[in-house]
């Protein structure tokens, strides 16, 4: 016969009570994603009855509401049912079931007291504990078990917050509720103390919200009951309540992983000093076995034991190819919040992998994002990433290193360390060397990651631990890239076409570009010469776009002494935080990283991100001290790159913290040089940045003498042939002025018109040389290839700048009037001291062109 609906909707909800009742001790964080579904802000801390207004417009809310209070009602007299006949099998003792179950009726009276909404539940728990009082004097024992069930029951969710006030109130209920059982003697004491321990340390070691509603409550009503029917010595009651503020109120505060240390030592403390003070020698016996009991609970040993049978038995019985099998009934599956370690689960997700890699990734990634077991995932990425990286034979299998483990999470654990995400940047810069368009530009490419594992190799040499998973890694992939690297060397100096050698574009890095940053050497010796001096001034390195400030920044690590530590910070990235703590956490680990790229490594630490979060650029100082300090000797030279976003920070935080941290630093932090790169002069920021930097020298980055550019030309790379007419020289130094970037690009486009030329065989490839003819034939395609340089440089300026040079484009002569836009342009390097001229003839051609499509 079927059930009838109200039947079925019963079991139903039973079922669910049930669920949440698992959930609260075993699932916490799958029991999180479920309140989240009920209610964004909902927590397991959280006193659903708080948020009674939304019952009508949420029923699923309103319902857990009901589930709660139901368990913390009931579930206590069930576990009173199983655990005493448990108890006088086996210590002989009788039990009181009258006491337990009058004691049971007033807890779920006050239970029902504290649904009913009452918003003083702190008056409402003083006058329980009148009750009590007066109980005592005047009424019988019966009366005041009752009166007392009723208050403790009323007191779960009084006035002090709903996880604090159940903590509070189970240790005042268990004090009065033990303190008027009686006394039967030393041994029995101890036991119970024991037993109470046991369930209270579990309770203390689950999950909150419900974990302390739910799983305390029935800890607390079934201890109380257990309490009043064996009677108990006031020593184990009070050591028993000791134990559930300490235990709760840690874990509340804390967190479980500090919860459980602090619970740990705080437990055999206080469980003696306990028996110490009630002086009575069997509550003090009470007390050490208790508080024992107490910490074997809060580390969650009681399920534990069964967990360690489970998956030896997992791991002994099933075969290797049947461990794929397994990982569905790994421990952790059914228990998220194991705290001891437990072994073979990453050996097993490991041999699984090879069966089944999918199963496996679900595995790890069920381990990081619903269980506190991501060491144990960090074991498995790194035991199924060392399979994979050993067997790579050839540059084919590095490259696919990075496919094959993209499923690894990012950023990684950090349980994973350092080195396994070396070799993911490793694999990615090797395809990226594999993408280029030449065998010549591979080669170079491929120096990035051949370095990295040179680098790696001399790291790990002080690691023994590492050095046993990744050394003969690391020496193999090192070989197939040198071989490589060979080869296509081999090939470029075979190849028939012209080395394309120059970069356009991106700013220029020591490792690809080598020899291609040419000059600036005075630019670099007062730099040098400024950080060391007695007094460092702050220094300003300004110029115009696109004329190698950024690239100087990155080669200067190569150019200035050992004990100055340039560290280079792109602020237009960090600019995109909206927040002060977002800036802060961003330039902290900016710091970091370029540290990690010198050519000598440093390897500094993370910032502490509780006080980063709490207030970010007093973090920042202490943590700057801390590097000073452990780095003595060193001058750090913090270059702050496009220093000009700090403006839109201020702005869109509407505080001036950056700059403040940045004048402390000045005046107080003295190993700490501050280095900043613009393309504007301080006269044109906003008045309040000349508060900040004061004593500041301006270094001004111009364009290459014309030796310099000439060298550029002639000899970007070494051994690179004659590929110039004389006259072509002079006309890519005519039409670029020397301007870094455009002489680059106008000979990159150069060697792609000669390239053409030999592919279609209109030159001889050994013969084929550029001439003035060339460099006027690639003007056109300079222009379209560097629109956004040309682009920003006319939107940069001001109307009357533009109306001027319009003028002069026209054939017009500036008149007096135009004094002070010449002087500005001229400083600029947009036109001649004269005012009359522009300073690079490409500039002009383009906005010749911009006007004429106007």
């Not at 708080?50 to 857990?64: G, I, M």
């Not at 029951?153 to 009084?158: E, N, P, S, T, V």
């Not at 109120?249 to 705080?266: C, D, F, I, S, Y």
């Not at 290193?401 to 999470?409: C, F, G, M, R, T």
Request: hydrophobic letters at 45%; proline letters at 4%; aromatic letters at 10%.
């Amino acid at each position: 016969m079927s059930n009838t609906p109200s039947t079925s909707g019963f079991w139903n909800y039973v079922a669910e009570c049930v669920r949440l009742l698992y959930w609260s001790y075993f699932k916490p964080f799958t029991f999180e994603r479920w309140l989240r579904n009920i209610h964004p802000e909902l927590k397991r801390t959280d006193n659903p009855f708080a948020k009674r207004v939304e019952f009508r417009t949420n029923p699923r809310l309103h319902c857990y509401a009901g589930q709660v209070w139901w368990l913390t009602a009931v579930v206590p007299m069930f576990a009173v049912l199983l655990v005493a006949p448990v108890y006088i099998l086996i210590s002989g003792e009788s039990f009181n079931w009258f006491k337990s179950c009058v004691f049971l009726v007033g807890w779920f009276i006050g239970r029902f007291v504290d649904r009913g909404g009452n918003k003083n539940r702190l008056v409402l728990f003083l006058i329980a504990v009148l009750s009590i009082f007066l109980a005592s004097q005047f009424f019988s024992e019966v009366a005041l078990v009752v009166v007392f069930g009723v208050a403790l029951g009323a007191a779960f969710g009084m006035a002090f917050g709903a996880t604090f006030g159940v903590a509070l109130g189970a240790a005042i209920g268990v004090v009065f509720g033990v303190g008027v059982g009686v006394a039967v003697g030393v041994a029995v004491g101890v036991a119970v103390g024991v037993a109470f321990r046991v369930i209270l340390g579990v309770a203390v070691g689950m999950a909150f919200g419900v974990g302390v509603g739910v799983a305390l409550g029935v800890a607390v009503g079934a201890t109380f009951s257990m309490a009043l029917g064996v009677g108990v010595g006031l020593g184990v009651g009070l050591g028993v309540a000791v134990g559930v503020v300490v235990g709760v109120v840690v874990e509340m505060a804390e967190g479980v992983a500090e919860g459980v240390g602090l619970g740990v030592g705080l437990g055999v403390t206080g469980g003696m000093a306990v028996g110490m003070a009630v002086g009575v020698v069997g509550s003090l016996a009470g007390g050490v076995a208790g508080g024992m009991a107490l910490i074997l609970g809060v580390l969650r040993v009681y399920f534990w034991l069964p967990e360690l049978l489970w998956i030896l038995t997992l791991f002994l019985l099933s075969p290797n190819e049947k461990r794929v099998n397994c990982l569905r009934y790994l421990p952790p599956r059914f228990d998220e919040l194991i705290i001891l370690p437990l072994p073979f689960m990453d050996v097993m997700i490991v041999e699984a992998y090879r069966k089944n890699p999918n199963a496996a990734c679900e595995t790890i990634n069920y381990l990081i994002t619903s269980t506190n077991q991501q060491k144990v995932a960090a074991q498995a990425i790194s035991g199924i990433a060392v399979d994979i990286l050993n067997i790579c034979q050839k540059l084919s299998d590095i490259v696919e290193i990075a496919n094959q483990l993209a499923w690894i999470p990012s950023p990684p654990p950090k349980e994973l360390g350092v080195v396994l995400p070396q070799f993911l940047e490793i694999s990615q810069d090797v395809r990226a060397s594999e993408e280029a368009t030449s065998p010549y530009r591979k080669y170079e490419l491929l120096n990035i990651p051949i370095n990295a594992l040179r680098q790696l190799g001399q790291s790990l040499a002080f690691d023994a631990r590492v050095a046993v998973s990744f050394g003969n890694t690391t020496q193999s992939w090192l070989t197939i890239l040198e071989t490589a690297q060979r080869t296509l060397n081999e090939q470029a100096q075979q190849s028939k076409e012209i080395r394309q050698v120059y970069i356009a574009g991106n700013s220029l890095d020591y490792e690809t570009a080598k020899d291609r940053f040419k000059g600036r050497k005075d630019i670099f010796e007062e730099i040098e010469s400024l950080t060391l001096s007695e007094q460092p001034p702050v220094l300003l390195l300004y110029g115009g776009r696109r004329t190698g400030k950024t690239s100087a920044l990155k080669y200067l690590p190569y150019r200035v002494q050992a004990n100055i530590v340039p560290l280079l910070v792109d602020l237009q990235g960090a600019a995109a935080a909206t927040t002060l703590k977002g800036l802060a956490e961003n330039l902290s680990q900016q710091i970091i990283e370029a540290a990690r790229r010198l050519p000598r490594k440093i390897y500094l630490p993370n910032p502490d991100a509780k006080k980063l979060a709490e207030d970010p650029f007093p973090a920042l100082q202490t943590w700057l001290a801390e590097i000073e300090r452990s780095n003595s000797g060193k001058q750090f030279l913090l270059c702050l790159d496009e220093y000009e976003r700090l403006g839109e920070v201020v702005k869109a935080t509407s505080s001036r913290a950056p700059l403040n941290f940045i004048r402390n630093l000045l005046q107080y932090q003295r190993k700490w040089i501050l280095l900043f790169s613009g393309s504007q002069e301080l006269s044109e920021l906003d008045d309040y940045w000349s508060d900040y930097l004061i004593n500041t020298r301006a270094l001004r980055m111009t364009y290459l003498h014309e030796l310099e550019a000439r060298d550029l030309i002639l000899q970007p790379v070494e051994n690179f042939r004659d590929i110039y007419e004389p006259t072509a020289v002079d006309a890519i130094i005519q039409v670029t002025r020397c301007q870094p970037f455009l002489v680059q690009l106008v000979c990159y486009e150069v060697v792609e018109l000669l390239n053409r030329d030999i592919r279609r065989n209109r030159r001889e490839a050994h013969t084929a040389k550029a001439t003035a003819q060339d460099v006027k034939e690639v003007i056109p395609v300079v222009l379209e290839r560097g629109n956004q340089y040309f682009r920003e440089l006319w939107t940069s300026l001001a109307d009357s700048d533009r109306s001027l040079l319009r003028r002069i484009i026209h054939g017009e002569t500036p008149t007096q009037q135009d004094k002070g836009v010449v002087r500005k342009l001229t400083r600029k390097e947009i036109l001649t001291q004269e005012g009359n001229a522009f300073q690079v003839p490409l500039v002009q051609k383009y906005i010749e062109q911009l006007l004429e499509e106007e």
